[in-house]
């Protein structure tokens, strides 16, 4: 099973990437958790990556459509994936089509987590993300059993750089811009299914539940 997430920054991708990882027993790709990554590590990628990242906007597409068919072609991708953050772009999903077409293989579900503006900046400030796993935690809505620790893997909870308030609205914008076209994209090609996002994580878990079925 091939699916990609989209939504606005803080419609709660990750997180229930996470849960659908676990459930479907597929890797979960994040292209934000892999740069941020890089940049920790201070690679030539995450030294690029961090320019734009820091300021809200998107990374070139020549620095992210490789970096993604690289990792799909990773034993692990066989048996299908989980795309949380990739496509971004028109010529992402393009590139990503043409990919999946020479390997005989589609997009399943494009899953559109949808959640209004008014919601996104209250989400934001309050994320904590592990440092070690990318996991990803909100101080009201869904707390570490532990403050400041990832129930996961024990690593440090940290803030998001760029969750400060003009980024995250320059990262809507962006958003608007250039990812919302990629809805009619998969909507033609028949894939798109929506999701009620504003619901609490574990609703929104099985809606999403609900529609990929119980098939692996
Ligand atoms: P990326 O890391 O992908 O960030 P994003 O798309 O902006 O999305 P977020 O990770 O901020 O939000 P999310 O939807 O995952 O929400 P979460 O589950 O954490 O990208 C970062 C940057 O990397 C980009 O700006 C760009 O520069 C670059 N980049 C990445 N991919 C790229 C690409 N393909 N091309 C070019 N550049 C790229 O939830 C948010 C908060 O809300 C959490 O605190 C969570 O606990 C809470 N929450 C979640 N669900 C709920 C709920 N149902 N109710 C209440 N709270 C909830
Ligand atoms: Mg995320
Ligand atoms: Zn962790």
């Known amino acids: 099973m091939n699916i990609i997430l989209l939504g606005p920054p803080g419609a709660g991708k990750g997180t229930q990437a996470k849960l659908i990882s676990e459930k479907y027993s597929i890797p979960h790709i994040s292209t934000g958790d892999i740069f941020r990554k890089n940049i920790s590590e201070k690679t030539p990628l995450g030294v ?26 990773s034993d692990d991708c066989k048996k299908g994936f989980l795309l949380d953050g990739f496509p971004r772009t028109v010529k992402q999903a393009e590139a990503l089509d043409e990919f999946l077409k020479s390997n005989n293989s589609q997009i399943d579900f494009a899953l559109l987590i949808e959640v209004p503006n008014e919601f996104i900046l209250d989400r934001m400030t309050g994320r904590r993300v592990c440092q070690s796993c990318g996991g990803s935690y909100h101080i009201k809505f869904n707390p570490p059993k532990e403050e400041s620790k990832c129930d996961i893997c024990g690593g440090i909870l940290i803030q998001r750089k760029d969750d400060k308030e003009e980024t995250v609205k320059e990262r809507l914008n962006v958003y608007e811009k250039q990812t919302q076209p990629l809805v009619d994209y998969y909507n033609e090609k028949n894939a798109l299914c929506k999701v009620n996002g504003t619901e609490t994580i574990d609703n929104v878990f099985k809606d999403i539940c609900n529609i990929l079925g119980s098939d692996k």
């Open 48 to 73: 690029k990556a961090k320019e734009y990242m820091d300021k809200g906007q998107l990374v070139p597409d020549e620095l992210t459509i490789d970096l993604v068919k690289d990792r799909l072609q």
